[in-house]
């Protein structure tokens, strides 16, 4: 596959290795004509819309001129050949530093002939043109520098024999090396990235059995922290009949997604929307195989957006959001029906995989290969920026930023947020819907932990894990249980971390444990910001959108310390009251905070003081296309820090790792930790992108442990069983459950029948 594009570049190349080689021969008028003749032939072999490229240009000029030079001077070109040659490889370096400055790599033209379209923006492959470029660049400056020497300081024969055979050497030299760069490099990094996917670590999971003979402090596996990655994890494993602990150091479970109540005003801690709470989606697709989904319904909300000048309201059907936008927006029109096109065919390329419950991104090389054919979309937008997405489509800047901002929602900023997460984004607002549940993240993260609990698991708020319990030296270390904050212990052999990686490395876990190539890889990483949360309760309904983006004209900068905090947007969030009686509506507004700015809020004084600013510009800005907020009448703040008591971190980062497109997907932590039998889950996990990721992890987690393919395609671990369909997994589940209780009520009748002899 990658020959045509190869042999294309080296016919461009040929040209300037016959130039010395006949010139060497005393035939320097042929070889400049034979040059010529191939670089013209080159504009009929390159396909229609590729016949110009920098490298044939700038080689069509000087061939055009060398022909020119060898015809007025005649016989007295052979005591010219090196500085022909000089000003031949003078030529190439001209267009080389031309290249550099204008970010051309000069044998992409020939090189992309041999690859899909959506690998154009691979950023390995343009690593691998980059070497390219650089290689042929040095090969341009040596046959420069040897040319002015053979030039200025040889004399007759010597002269043109080492201009000609050096050059001649210099180019066959990068030729022969082009295949090397060009074929094997990109294999070696596509190797070191994806062997830091799912499947990186090369311990075997243990697969594990239901119904085990397991006494009463002995859990199949336990789970501290009680996020949705630790919860989706825990009730997936009890449903499959395993003996679960969820250990969670806070008053309440859920972490980040809870929802308290004030006189039936319920208020948010956190998330707001649900990706993938519609069909097809992960989070559907969970309450499906615990049998939730009637316990915990979903609700499908309009949303809308404004900036001051404009207001929209949205998520009525796409024909008609589409209709609105198009009226607003003339200028966009095309560039949205292309947008949107394009949404569907990434959709489907979501739905292009095992289940709802496996990833739709590669686990190996063989997918990652693979994707580039059968989702084109999904791959050229893996290695793209948010907003260089949206350029392609969006001429109205207006329009584009106002969609750009949204990747606020996952607390991403649009200029360094990955397309493929803000596309996710633009899926479900535009075509499958916003969901959110309609009691609320509390009943959702309530009724998972009943799972657990049916299952026979427990969940225990106000219990802080200690430390992991580790048992062996070397490579033959394994956890074997945990010591809780009151000094107990509990026994398993499969520990799963649901909070950020770095901090268990500061108490549960000694760094040594997890080594030290994986210290150094957490280290690069940055974390995500917090949020500052305003409640304002009103006892009238308000007349807007459930969810409503604001984006204020100019962003509003505060000052905090040394740095400046911008606020370019602001999520609107309205609830009604949770009383059939009681009138009125709750209005959350959200605005990020960059990990940066968190260092204000760790100050008691500094922080009420920040708390107070934020709380009065937010209310302005809102007040300017909602003037109804002067009818609020009770106001709750949450600042900053009040989230690290959330989120199991200490800067009250809200989705673990910040989502930038140099740290995402692969590059963060895995599932599976160095140390056997550890997995790691949630927002810091590999697939955390709001709840709907940090549910992901869990439940991969999960199904690798019960032998399934977590992650669908080819991949899965040694060993593992074929899964089951839906249907028929929800019906083996609930067998191993029968089957453990039943043993277990076995064991209790024959407790009791000892104790009665």
């Not at 004509?33 to 110009?52: H, K, T, V, Y």
């Not at 290689?135 to 201009?163: C, E, I, P, Q």
């Not at 989904?293 to 949205?314: S, T």
Request: a neutral charge; one cysteine or more; charged letters at 20%.
């Amino acid at each position: 596959m990658r020959m045509s594009g190869l042999l294309r570049f080296f016919l461009a190349c040929v040209p300037w290795l016959i130039l010395p080689v006949f010139a060497y021969l005393d035939l320097t008028l042929w070889g400049a004509a034979a040059g010529l003749a191939i670089i013209l032939a080159m504009f009929l072999l390159m396909p229609s819309g590729r016949r110009w490229g920098i490298l044939q240009a700038f080689s069509l000029l000087f061939f055009v001129v060398a022909c020119a030079a060898v015809i007025v001077l005649g016989d007295d070109i052979s005591s010219r050949i090196p500085n022909l040659l000089a000003g031949g490889f003078a030529c190439l370096t001209i267009m080389a530093g031309y290249g550099a400055i204008e970010g051309i790599f000069f044998p992409a033209q020939y090189v992309y002939l041999d690859y899909p379209e959506s690998m154009r923006e691979s950023p390995i492959l343009r690593q691998t043109l980059w070497i390219l470029t650089i290689a042929w660049d040095a090969v341009f400056l040596a046959g420069l520098a040897v040319n002015l020497v053979s030039m200025l300081v040889l004399r007759g024969d010597t002269s043109t024999s080492t201009a000609t055979i050096a050059s001649a050497a210099l180019m066959a030299a990068g030729m022969t090396v082009t295949p090397f760069i060009i074929i094997f490099l990109p294999r070696r990094m596509e190797s070191g990235l994806v062997e830091k996917g799912p499947l990186a670590i090369k311990w075997d999971p243990p697969l594990l059995q239901p119904g085990g003979s397991l006494r009463k402090n002995e859990y199949d596996v336990v789970v501290v922290g009680s996020g949705i990655g630790g919860l989706s994890c825990a009730s997936l494993l009890s449903q499959a009949g395993m003996k679960v602990l969820v250990a969670e150091k806070g008053r309440l479970i859920g972490g980040y997604c809870q929802t308290y109540d004030w006189e039936g005003f319920p208020l948010n801690s956190g998330p707001t929307v649900l990706l993938g709470g519609g069909e097809g989606g992960t989070i559907n697709a969970l309450l499906r195989r615990l049998g939730l989904e009637e316990e915990v319904p979903m609700r499908r909300m309009h949303w809308g957006v404004a900036d001051g000048r404009i207001a929209l309201r949205l998520g009525v059907g796409i024909d008609e959001d589409l209709l609105k936008m198009e009226t607003k927006f003339p200028t966009a029109r095309e560039g949205l029906r292309r947008l949107l096109g394009d949404l569907r065919r990434f959709r489907g390329e979501l739905m292009d995989r095992h289940d709802a419950l496996t990833s739709p991104l590669p686990s190996n090389l063989e997918e990652y290969h693979e994707q580039f054919v059968r989702h084109p979309i999904s791959a050229l937008w893996q290695n793209l920026s948010f907003q260089a997405m949206l350029d392609e489509y969006l001429l109205d800047e207006q329009l584009g930023s106002m969609l750009l901002k949204t990747a606020s929602l996952l607390g991403g900023d649009p200029r360094r947020f990955p397309a493929y997460e803000g596309a996710r984004i633009l899926t479900a607002l535009l075509l499958d819907g916003i969901y959110y549940p309609v009691n609320h993240l509390s009943h959702l993260s309530q009724k998972l932990a009943g799972v657990v609990r049916s299952g026979g698991g427990e969940v225990l708020a106000s219990c802080a894990a200690e430390e992991v319990l580790i048992q062996g030296e070397g490579a033959r270390r394994r956890p074997i249980g945990l010591r809780l904050a009151d000094g107990s212990q509990v026994r398993s052999g499969v520990v799963v971390l649901d909070m950020d990686p770095r901090r268990a490395l500061t108490g549960l876990l000694q760094p040594t444990a997890l080594g030290i190539e994986f210290l150094r890889e957490t280290e690069k990483l940055k974390v995500s910001g917090s949020a500052f949360v305003l409640h304002l309760i009103f006892h009238e309904d308000l007349r807007i959108p459930e969810r409503v983006f604001l984006f204020p004209p100019k962003p509003r900068r505060v000052r905090t310390g040394d740095t400046y905090l911008e606020v370019d947007s602001i999520l609107l969030t309205k609830e009604r009251s949770t009383q059939l009686e009681q009138h009125g509506c709750v209005l959350l507004a959200r605005i990020n905070i960059p990990s940066q700015c968190y260092h204000v809020f760790e100050d008691e004084r500094e922080s009420a003081e920040m708390g107070a600013e934020l709380t009065y510009l937010v209310k302005e800005e809102v007040s300017s296309v909602l003037p109804a907020i002067k009818h609020a009448v009770r106001e709750f703040v949450t600042l900053p820090s009040h989230f690290s008591r959330l989120t199991s971190n200490g800067q009250g980062a809200a989705f673990g790792f910040a989502p930038m497109i140099d740290q995402w997907y692969y590059r963060r932590p895995g599932p599976r930790l160095p140390l056997p039998n550890l997995y790691l889950v949630g927002a810091w996990s590999r697939f955390g992108g709001g709840v709907e990721g940090a549910a992901l992890s869990g439940i991969v987690a999960a199904r690798e442990l019960c032998g399934e393919r977590p992650y669908g395609g080819g991949a899965g671990t040694g060993g593992a069983a074929k899964p089951a369909a839906p249907e028929e997994a929800e019906e083996t589940a609930a067998g191993r459950r029968g089957r453990m209780r039943g043993r277990r009520g076995k064991k209790k009748v024959a407790a009791g029948e000892d104790a009665g002899g």
